[in-house]
């Protein structure tokens, strides 16, 4: 098991950025495939940006060209780049990570907030 722990939530004004962060522990980070994930009030919590243990990642089409995720291997950690940040965006970001080959992502962190004003 894991336990993850997230980090760089804020607020910042449409246009600005944020880089979130998402410390892993507890088993050997390499074996774990970790997504972003956000929930706005009201809405299903959706998959933002996910990175594989090789590093290949997928986004979903509204962060496209807009956010990228990375991971630190030394450092176990993944992060979020967010530019060109939008109201739309702002959510409760949440990670969590999956031990591969399993596809579905059991461990979470507790979640940081972020809010985009206009």
């Known amino acids: 098991q894991v336990q993850l722990v997230e980090s760089g939530g804020g607020l910042v004004q449409t246009g600005g950025s944020l880089r979130l962060s998402c410390a892993v522990s507890?088993?050997?980070?390499?074996?774990?495939?970790v997504g972003w994930f956000r929930q706005a009030p009201g809405k299903q919590r959706e998959l933002v940006a996910a990175?594989?243990?090789?590093?290949?990642?997928n986004y979903a089409d509204s962060v496209k060209g807009r956010f990228t995720i990375t991971r630190d291997n030394a450092k176990n950690t993944v992060y979020l780049q967010m530019n060109s940040l939008k109201p739309e965006d702002a959510a409760e970001y949440l990670c969590?990570?999956?031990?591969?080959?399993?596809?579905?992502?059991?461990?979470w962190g507790q979640g940081t907030q972020v809010t985009v004003s206009s």
């Open positions: 969590g990570a999956r031990l591969l080959p399993q596809r579905d992502f059991r461990f």
């Open positions: 507890g088993s050997a980070f390499s074996n774990y495939a």
């Open positions: 990175i594989g243990s090789g590093g290949s990642t």
